[in-house]
């Protein structure tokens, strides 16, 4: 098993910036792909970006291309969402979560291990 811990998130200003960050611990870190989602009070959770078991590639989804960057450091087990440009359309409940797939999918139900989510809020 993989246990995943969020960190970060909170309140920004239209165009400020926030990471996040999702500590793994138990199995090989590297033996899994990452993704992050994000939530809508009422909705599904969305892909927002991934980025693969060994880090050469990654994965946007088109809302956040150019402005998010996924990453992930094999030394300190942890994966993480620099987000940019933020607008308030970005305000919802982020989610990392962890797959054996050699890239991340884009399908929530892909994923078998999820952190706990974090509020990210960005004011008008």
């Known amino acids: 098993q993989v246990q995943l811990e969020q960190s970060g998130g909170g309140l920004v200003q239209a165009g400020g910036s926030l990471r996040l960050s999702c500590a793994a611990s138990g199995r090989s870190f590297s033996n899994y792909a990452m993704g992050w989602f994000r939530q809508y009070p009422g909705q599904e959770r969305e892909f927002v970006g991934g980025i693969s078991r060994g880090g050469t590639v990654t994965d946007y989804a088109d809302s956040v291309k150019g402005r998010f960057t996924v990453s992930r450091d094999g030394d300190k087990n942890t994966a993480s969402l620099q987000m940019n440009s933020l607008k308030p359309e970005d305000t919802a409940v982020y989610f990392c979560?962890?797959?054996?797939?050699?890239?991340?999918?884009?399908?929530?139900?892909?994923?078998?291990?999820w952190g706990q989510g974090t509020q990210v809020t960005v004011s008008s």
């Open positions: 979560a962890a797959d054996q797939s050699q890239f991340a999918p884009r399908s929530q139900y892909a994923y078998d291990y």
